[in-house]
């Protein structure tokens, strides 16, 4: 029964791999390409498309005490915009939101991990493979509002 199940499960996952638009392909490739690099870089991967009401959140990395809310942008080249510029004001308060969920429902204090909202550009040649990566730490943070 149990292996009836992990085929079941494997042939839906499959399924649902071959239903992805070619944008949606190249966000997963972009994500895997960025968690390999990350973890060569010495971060463990927390989570991987950790999705809220609030927003999502591509990888959640973990190193040296920095708790790393991950970003991900790929694009094949040629592409007529950069892919920072794609990362608008509304994207990075709804990555915010959910990582003040993951925050909470992981019950993170403030003085328990150092937070960061990172972004990781991934470069893809025509075809499919990688021809160059961005690591951007710190990339935005938390906009407090004054009182003027």
Do not use: C, W
Not at 19 to 45: D, F, M, N, Q, V
Request: proline share 2%; aromatic share 6%; hydrophobic share 35%.
């Amino acid at each position: 029964m149990l292996k009836r199940i992990k085929q079941m499960l494997s042939r839906s996952t499959a399924h649902r791999e071959r239903r992805l638009s070619p944008t949606s392909r190249l966000g997963r490739l972009g994500e895997g390409e960025a968690a390999r690099h990350l973890k060569a870089e010495g971060y463990r991967i927390l989570e991987r498309n950790y999705r809220v009401k609030q927003g999502e959140i591509d990888l959640v990395a973990f190193r040296d005490g920095v708790l790393a809310f991950v970003e991900v942008r790929a694009q094949t080249q040629p592409s007529p915009i950069d892919a920072l510029e794609t990362i608008t004001r509304r994207k990075q308060r709804r990555v915010i939101k959910a990582a003040q969920t993951y925050a909470t429902v992981n019950k993170l204090g403030e003085s328990d991990v150092a937070l960061r909202f990172d972004v990781v550009t991934v470069l893809f040649d025509q075809g499919g493979r990688r021809v160059s990566m961005t690591h951007l730490e710190d990339a935005f943070q938390v906009q407090t509002r004054g009182l003027s």
